[in-house]
């Protein structure tokens, strides 16, 4: 029986090992995947993705600041080939999409009477709403 277990915890340590060396190869599969696809897209950050110039554009819109999370590493003019730069351009991305869909006061949506006409969104709800 003791020889039993020597041979089925060989196994386990064999099968545990065989698990990792499969999680490192698959890893570094989808480094090599992302770094090629990055440099594919041939991304490249605008001359405002910098933290203090997105602020002044952000302030510039009427946006609170205070409530965007900015990235702290600029991106301006470089182009996005690490997963480093790709983090922060996102960060601007959100920024910039978040900020925007605060500005937005009106959803216009199209009306369903057929007359081409367009109606606000809220008005339209409402009278979904109500039957």
């Not at 090992?17 to 480094?31: D, E, V, Y």
Request: proline residues 3%.
């Amino acid at each position: 029986m003791r020889r039993a277990f020597e041979y089925g915890g060989f196994i386990a340590a064999a099968v545990l090992i065989i698990f990792g060396i499969g999680a490192i190869a698959m890893g570094w599969n989808a480094h090599n995947t992302v770094q090629d696809t990055l440099a594919q897209e041939q991304i490249v950050g605008t001359p405002d993705m910098t933290p203090s110039g997105i602020k002044a554009e952000a302030q510039k819109a009427g946006l609170d600041v205070s409530s965007l999370t900015i990235p702290s590493e600029s991106v301006a003019n470089l182009p996005i080939d690490s997963g480093d730069r790709a983090h922060a351009f996102a960060g601007y991305m959100r920024s910039f999409i978040r900020g925007l869909l605060r500005c937005v006061k009106q959803f216009y949506a199209r009306g369903r009477s057929g007359n081409g006409r367009w109606i606000h969104f809220r008005s339209r709800l409402r009278r979904s709403q109500q039957g």
